[in-house]
């Protein structure tokens, strides 16, 4: 099943319900359509500081969401490199779709990737901005 018919299922009332508690960004939740890229040193079940290291350019964006893995959403992040989006970490295939829910520049998270040393989560950088 991908996440067009999952949603259609009251997961897009799930993703609402996950997010409820982030207050200062503003959350645009869509599905989108992500390939894999390759990248060198990725490491497993460290999404966010993969999808940091594969940050290049002005075009690229630092994608935070959801990844449906057996209808489990789990939160993930990855690339959209100009209009395109890319899993550095997992492979698209092996699941059931990917919800963005923000995107951010280089020099948007950089001030958390500075004070912290490692790439933020949904959670992480929402608490970041609200002080």
Same mark, same amino acid.
């Given at each position: ?6 949603? &259609?299922?009251? !997961?897009? %009332?799930? /993703? ?11 959350? =645009? ?12 040193? #990725?490491?497993?079940?460290?999404? !966010?500081?993969?999808? !940091?290291? #594969? ?18 959403? *789990?939160?993930? #992040?990855? *690339?959209?490199?100009?209009?395109? @989006? ?11 779709? @990917?919800?963005? /829910?923000?995107? !951010? %520049?280089? =020099? &948007? *998270?950089?001030? @958390?990737?500075?004070?912290?040393? %490692? #790439?933020?989560?949904? @959670? ?8």
């Amino acid at each position: 099943m991908k996440t067009r018919e999952l949603l &259609e299922n009251d !997961f897009s %009332s799930m /993703v609402k319900m996950m997010t409820q508690g982030i207050r200062h960004i503003n959350l =645009d939740p869509k599905e989108v359509e992500v390939a894999h890229r390759k990248l060198a040193g #990725a490491q497993k079940k460290q999404c !966010f500081n993969n999808a !940091f290291k #594969a940050l290049h350019g002005p075009n690229t964006k630092y994608v935070l969401g959801y990844v449906f893995f057996h209808n489990i959403p *789990i939160e993930h #992040a990855w *690339i959209k490199d100009g209009d395109e @989006y890319f899993d550095v970490t997992l492979n698209p295939e092996d699941q059931q779709g @990917y919800v963005s /829910v923000i995107e !951010f %520049s280089l =020099d &948007e *998270i950089m001030p @958390y990737v500075n004070k912290f040393h %490692s #790439a933020p989560s949904l @959670y992480d950088i929402n608490r970041f901005l609200g002080k």
